[in-house]
């Protein structure tokens, strides 16, 4: 192990996160102005019609905050497993030159674990979409 | 002038001055993006489907766009009903902001990159995950149907391609190690990287394409079945800011695709005797390759949405996996 040296530490901050903040801050105020100018120049009137959502000229019924399919819910699970696995794999990726054929071979087991858990998923049902024919 | 520049440098210091300058340049480029690659979508359909396209304003319509942009400023800025105000105004300043901040480290040149930051790769993908958070944002405060289903849906296949794409990026990772943009164009002075790892630059191609919600993965706006998708509600300027994003976040994985696997600004080794600036090589990838974006766009029908989601789960990420345990066998066999 060598020390870590400051000028190639994996630091985004080094010497700039108040310029980062700045920028940050010139694009949302320019932002803000071209907003302000389009308010400004547009059009001001307003009629029921106008204000109703657009549904294609059908007058909308019901509320709009449908309860949507639990597949979402599922591929939002999902990714949250394999982004971190993904993330972790980066931590990996970074010191990979260093850690010799037995860096190599314990990811080659991790990803093995994660695929093997992808082909639960997918014999469990995880992924698929749209009306099962299992119902009863 | 001269003097002016001193003064300017001594104000903000040499920090601050290269960040507002490179805010300015990349406005201009992003206008000019959104506003040129506007104009050859529509070419570009128009020949593929055996039409002209715009001709009427300005030399091959060439300023069309540029007239559709003033008719969007002086629209009225419709805000409807039983709307969630506050994340409905947000939405599009918070698509809008993390594109420019991606900016930030995109080496145009080998001395035109605004910040060299050695996480650079990183920065890139983390702001454009923002992406997902703003559509979502969106098509929620629409109280829209169409908006709902549509944010939903682009959600869904955002972070589901997100992984594929980030699994491609360790191949570079482990190839060039290191993540700073300088350094893995760098390392590509001779040969590069897509003829090393073609597979992964066909996933990335792939992921980034569906990223970008092109089509034939455009099922968020399929204009067919969802109106306009996430922004329907959305008019004048703030569609705008939606429009322009998008525009701009094609430009940002192509130039990133660019820089990973097509030798950045560097010249294609056999043409290095051409004196041809950097920039210009950096542009003519970028552009060749969303070119081909347009193309695809218009040669492939739309898919499914479980089509969709079953391309991603069953094929790519399971491909991106076993890629990325060969390559590192492979990488490691060499050296």
């Known amino acids: 192990m060598q020390p870590i040296l400051s000028a190639s530490t994996l630091s985004p901050w080094e010497p700039g996160i108040f310029a980062l903040v700045v920028y940050g801050l010139m694009v949302m105020g320019l932002v803000a102005l071209l907003l302000f100018f389009a308010s400004w120049l547009g059009e001001k009137k307003s009629n029921p019609e106008k204000l109703r959502p657009y549904e294609s000229g059908v007058i909308p019924t019901g509320s709009a905050r449908l309860r949507y399919p639990v597949p979402f819910y599922m591929v939002a699970i999902f990714f949250l497993i394999f982004d971190v696995e993904a993330a972790y794999i980066f931590a990996w990726a970074v010191s990979y030159d260093g850690l010799g054929w037995a860096g190599w071979l314990q990811i080659s087991f991790f990803i093995f674990v994660l695929i093997l858990g992808l082909v639960y998923i997918w014999k469990k049902g995880g992924l698929e979409w749209g009306p099962t024919a299992k119902t009863d | ?335």
């Open chain 2, 1 to 335: 002038m001269a003097a002016a520049w001193n003064s300017l440098v001594n104000v903000l210091g040499p920090d601050l001055t290269r960040i507002v300058i490179g805010l300015v340049g990349v406005l201009g480029l992003v206008q000019i993006n959104a506003l040129f690659l506007v104009w050859l979508e529509r070419k570009v359909a128009a020949h593929i489907q055996l039409r002209i396209g715009p001709k009427e304003v300005g030399p091959f319509g060439i300023l069309q766009t540029i007239v559709d942009g003033v008719k969007l400023v002086s629209k009225e800025l419709i805000t409807p009903r039983h709307v969630d105000r506050k994340l409905y105004m947000l939405a599009p300043v918070a698509i809008f902001l993390p594109v420019l901040l991606s900016f930030v480290v995109i080496p145009f040149s080998e001395t035109l990159q605004i910040r060299d930051i050695n996480v650079g790769l990183l920065i890139i993908f983390a702001f454009s995950t923002f992406n997902v958070l703003a559509i979502l944002m969106g098509g929620w405060a629409s109280n829209n149907k169409y908006s709902l289903l549509g944010a939903v849906r682009s959600v869904a296949q955002n972070v589901a391609y997100e992984i594929p794409l980030l699994l491609s990026l360790l191949s570079v990772l482990l190839w060039c190690n290191s993540l700073q943009m300088s350094e893995i164009v760098e390392s590509q002075s001779r040969v590069w990287n897509v003829f090393w790892m073609p597979i992964a630059a066909l996933i990335y191609l792939i992921c980034a394409t569906a990223e970008t919600n092109r089509a034939p993965f455009d099922i968020p706006e399929a204009e067919s079945e969802l109106v306009a998708g996430f922004h329907t509600e959305y008019s004048g300027m703030r569609f705008a800011l939606f429009f322009l994003a998008e525009y701009s976040n094609m430009l940002i994985v192509a130039a990133v695709a660019t820089t990973l696997f097509f030798g950045g600004w560097k010249s294609p080794p056999f043409l290095g005797f051409l004196p041809v600036p950097g920039l210009v090589w950096f542009f003519l990838k970028t552009y060749a390759l969303i070119f081909g974006v347009i193309w695809i766009r218009w040669t492939f029908p739309r898919l499914r949405f479980d089509q969709l989601m079953n391309f991603c789960w069953k094929i790519m990420i399971p491909a991106a996996l076993l890629h990325l345990v060969v390559y590192a066998g492979i990488i490691k066999f060499i050296r």
